[in-house]
């Protein structure tokens, strides 16, 4: 019993000190360990098989709206990232630069990429020609480089994991559509998927990405009151395709220039999940996301006939649900407190006693409800306690949000709810920038984004009192 009280008691509380039972969970989760490369992470199966799981369902969602997978080298020469001014100048404080190749010094400097952005235009500017080219909707998964003064595992490290893709299109309104598209499909993903509800909106001119027209996001309350953007989707205009030549001949035999969206989501997606449902105990997996959705734990497992009953429950469960066996000579109680650090979705406890009964006991992590099922029924009711499990996550993560979402209709109430309140503050803003770097200088607070859904929530701006343009989600942000 000493060794599983310490188990558990390894991780600080996330009330006294929510930082450190983050870093806690992803090492005691085993989903991570740190690398003697400094900012990077090395990730370990527990961690990569959520990874696999983000981009397998991605994956399936791009597929299905026309987009192809391609892969782009890793290595920029500085002449191309210096053709679009803005873009460069937006990410020149975080390149990694290749110096040498072996002994020698390089006639120019390659960059390790921060994003691919220059490299699809420079291939889209050989590769389309005529209207019959496009829409060209291309998707990479790979890593890229950025190097961040500041780490933490999954939320930001110098180098990480993730999806980015690039299109190409004859006409504006087609890019502002596949922009839109993108962002949707990101959104239904987080809710349907990782059971976390998130805000869709256009981020202002000053979070914009570099080179972009426009910025669309979607932000999330993590379970400490900060806000973690969690994707976005970019509308780029014409502008990176005249600063790289991407022209093609319409239909009346006319050049025209390209109109580019580019879209992303990273392994920070796993931190997201972490944040917003773990607990005291460790991680809880939405089922759907869950690399493990059911372990089987055999109770007096050195009983005759308890591993050979498991091991018969597993193969009927196995077609339906990814299901193991912890058929390990530790105790039941380690175990029990394994499974619930891994945030494996739902238990069986099997042992004599239930196996004479025709029975077995099931138990939700999230709530950790027992519920004593038939063996002849424990297909159905997995199924039924997995889709539960799903849909209660996401409605208690969206009541959380709701719960810590405050308005502000003054500076001085805007002010006393950051300082005193975690969450999102819903307030008015007049659309000048100075506005926000003062709120940002003031109260840390940055402007997450101008929802779609606009509510009127006072004719003045919260922090100059000039007249409002947008209403705007505020909020401290990872």
């Not at 000190?17 to 199966?45: H, N, R």
């Not at 780029?236 to 022209?247: E, L, N, R, S």
């Amino acid at each position: 019993m000493a060794k599983e009280k310490k188990l558990v008691e390894a991780i600080t509380s996330m009330e006294e000190d929510f930082a450190q039972w983050y870093t806690d969970v992803v090492k005691k989760a085993e989903l991570i360990d740190y690398s003697s490369v400094k900012g990077c992470m090395v990730i370990k199966p527990a961690g990569y098989a959520i990874w696999e799981n983000i981009q397998k369902e991605l994956d399936k969602r791009f597929k299905e709206t026309g987009v192809e997978n391609v892969y782009m080298p890793m290595f920029i020469p500085e002449s191309l990232l210096e053709k679009e001014k803005d873009h460069v100048e937006g990410f020149a404080p975080e390149v990694a630069w290749v110096t040498h190749g072996g002994l020698n010094q390089l006639q120019e400097r390659l960059c390790v990429r921060p994003t691919s952005e220059t490299l699809f235009c420079d291939f889209y500017a050989n590769e389309i020609e005529s209207y019959r080219d496009l829409p060209k909707l291309y998707n990479q998964w790979c890593s890229v480089v950025r190097w961040e003064k500041e780490t933490r595992p999954f939320l930001r490290s110098r180098e990480f994991l993730w999806q980015e893709g690039h299109t190409a299109h004859a006409t504006a309104e087609e890019a502002k559509e596949r922009t839109e598209l993108m962002l949707n499909i990101y959104a239904d993903f987080c809710e349907e998927v990782l059971a976390m509800p998130v805000i869709k909106g256009r981020k202002t001119d000053k979070e914009k990405f570099a080179g972009a027209e426009a910025t669309y996001t979607i932000e999330a309350l993590m379970h400490d009151g900060k806000a973690l953007q969690s994707g976005t989707s970019h509308n780029f205009g014409d502008g990176f395709a005249k600063a790289f030549g991407i022209q093609y001949t319409d239909k009346e035999n006319k050049l025209q220039h390209v109109h580019q969206t580019s879209w992303g989501m990273t392994t920070r997606l796993i931190g997201a999940v972490i944040m917003v449902h773990g607990d005291n105990s460790g991680l809880v997996l939405p089922p759907r996301i869950a690399p493990t959705q059911v372990m089987i734990i055999p109770i007096m497992q050195k009983k005759e006939g308890v591993l050979e009953k498991a091991e018969e429950l597993r193969k009927t469960l196995v077609s339906n649900f990814r299901v193991k066996v912890d058929d390990s000579d530790k105790s039941p109680g380690w175990k029990f407190s394994e499974q619930e650090m891994r945030g494996i979705p739902v238990r069986i406890e099997l042992g004599p006693k239930d196996i004479e009964k025709n029975q077995c006991v099931v138990v939700r992590r999230d709530t950790r409800e027992k519920t004593i099922v038939s063996l002849d029924e424990v297909e159905i009711k997995v199924a039924e306690i997995l889709e539960t499990m799903q849909k209660e996550m996401l409605e208690r993560a969206r009541e959380h949000r709701e719960k810590h979402t405050k308005v502000a209709k003054t500076y001085e109430e805007f002010c006393k709810i950051i300082e005193k309140e975690q969450g999102f503050v819903k307030s008015m803003w007049c659309g000048d920038e100075a506005c926000e770097n003062k709120i940002k200088e003031e109260t840390g607070a940055t402007s997450r984004c101008m929802p779609f859904e606009q509510e009127h929530l006072a004719d003045t701006c919260v922090c100059c009192g000039k007249p409002a343009k947008a209403m705007v989600y505020w909020g401290k942000a990872y």
